[in-house]
C-alpha cells in the first residue's frame, strides 16, 4: 500500500485516545500495520502510532537500520505493537531531543523515563514483553503517547529548548548530533 498523509500538530484526531484492537490476523490490521510501516519508512521516521495517518487504533510501529533522521543513533529493530503497555523500570528520568513526523521541522527536550517494560501483542495476537533502555525506551513511550493523544511538546519542561530545528542547532549544537 502506499504510504499515507502524516497529520500534523493541530488536527484533532492528534488529540483523541486510540480505540483498543480487539481482533488479531485480520486482513484490515494487516492493511493498517503495512500502510504505518509504508508511511514511517517514506518519512524518515524512528515510530509512527496509528492516530498519525488517521486511525484510531492503539497501533504503533517503530525501527530502523540506518536513519538520516537520527545519523547517530543505534538500529532499532522494526517491531509491530497492538494495544502496548508501558510500565517504568526505576524512577530514572532521562532529558534528550526529540522530533516528531507530526511536528514537523521542530525538536524539543523532553524528559523520558531511561528504562521500560513494554508489554503488547502483534498483529497474530501473540504476547511480547521486552525490557529497553535509552533511546529504545523513549521512542516507545513517545510513540504510546500518541495512543493517548499526548504529542511531545506537552512533556516539555523548558520551552527554551522547543523550537525549529535549525535554530535550535545554532544555539544547542549537540542537539543536531542527538536528534
Known sequence: MPARTLLRIGHPLLLKSAEAVTEFNTPELDA??????????????AGLAANQIGELKRVVVFGFDENPRYPDRDPLPITVLVNPEIQPIGDVVAEDWEGCLSVPGMRGWVPRFNRIIYRAFDPEGQSIEVEAEDFHARVVQHECDHLDGVLYPQRIKDMTKFGYEEELFEKYPDAADNC
Not at 493498517?32 to 521516521?45: H, N, Q, S
Request: charged share 45%.
Open 32 to 45: 493498517l500495520v503495512r500502510d504505518m510501516l509504508d508511511t514511517m519508512e517514506k518519512a524518515d521516521g
